[in-house]
T-cell receptor
Framework: DSGVTQTPKHLITATGQRVTLRCSPRSGDLSVYWYQQSLDQGLQFLIQYYNGEERAKGNILERFSAQQFPDLHSELNLSSLELGDSALYFC????????????????FGEGSRLTVL | QKEVEQDPGPLSVPEGAIVSLNCTYSNSAFQYFMWYRQYSRKGPELLMYTYSSGNKEDGRFTAQVDKSSKYISLFIRDSQPSDSATYLCAMSAGRGSTLGRLYFGRGTQLTVWP
């Protein structure tokens, strides 16, 4: 168990709908990352938050947004869903703090599997 | 061209075999190199971490980084059925909290049969 909790584990919805994925990082971890894993693209970085602020942005669509709350949990909002958005969405958190001692180890949750029909 | 290339396999070997997994990359800014293991229906977990070039050994696992060739490898000695998983290479150019922005290979699916 990585200590990172993601809900829901599975989600089936229709095109055009909006969903929210939730992530609770490991206790004390300040950074939260969202990754998308699909068969054709592999694991793709979406966005990173550090202590409530957006720190880095990757290949995240404009239809997607995220935020990190004061209690450090994070939500990824996916709107106007398309068939191609079907994927596994992983949340990860990193070791405490923000220093070069950070080994870059990410602790991944078990993912939220989104199916868009 | 993707920044990180990895042969997806699948790779099937008998128990006890030596397994070699490889990735190539194009971004010379990458300084941190990792191997993650992902079991079916689970999230990836860090297996090996290397900074810059060189070798690192941990039990049956050895990671090698050759920055001049932009090539990294993971060797598994005396492979076991429990090693059956997807192995993902990952790299980062960032520092501090942005170390977590990783660029992943697509993963190599490994099966070790008894």
């Amino acid at each position: 168990d990585s200590g990172v909790t993601q809900t829901p584990k599975h989600l089936i919805t229709a095109t055009g709908q909006r969903v929210t994925l939730r992530c609770s990082p490991r206790s004390g971890d300040l950074s939260v990352y969202w990754y998308q894993q699909s068969l054709d693209q592999g694991l793709q970085f979406l966005i990173q938050y550090y202590n409530g602020e957006e720190r880095a942005k990757g290949n995240i669509l404009e239809r997607f947004s995220a935020q990190q709350f004061p209690d450090l949990h994070s939500e990824l909002n996916l709107s106007s869903l398309e068939l191609g958005d079907s994927a596994l969405y992983f949340c990860a958190s990193s070791a405490r703090g923000d220093s070069l001692a950070n080994t870059g180890e990410l602790f991944f949750g078990e993912g939220s599997r989104l199916t868009v029909l | 061209q993707k920044e990180v290339e990895q042969d997806p396999g699948p790779l099937s070997v008998p128990e006890g075999a030596i397994v070699s997994l490889n990735c190539t990359y194009s971004n010379s800014a990458f300084q941190y190199f990792m191997w993650y293991r992902q079991y079916s229906r689970k999230g990836p977990e860090l297996l090996m971490y290397t900074y810059s070039s060189g070798n690192k050994e941990d039990g049956r696992f050895t990671a090698q980084v050759d920055k001049s060739s932009k090539y990294i490898s993971l060797f598994i000695r005396d492979s076991q059925p429990s090693d059956s998983a997807t192995y993902l290479c990952a790299m980062s150019a960032g520092r501090g909290s942005t170390l977590g922005r990783l660029y992943f290979g697509r993963g190599t699916q490994l099966t070790v049969w008894p």
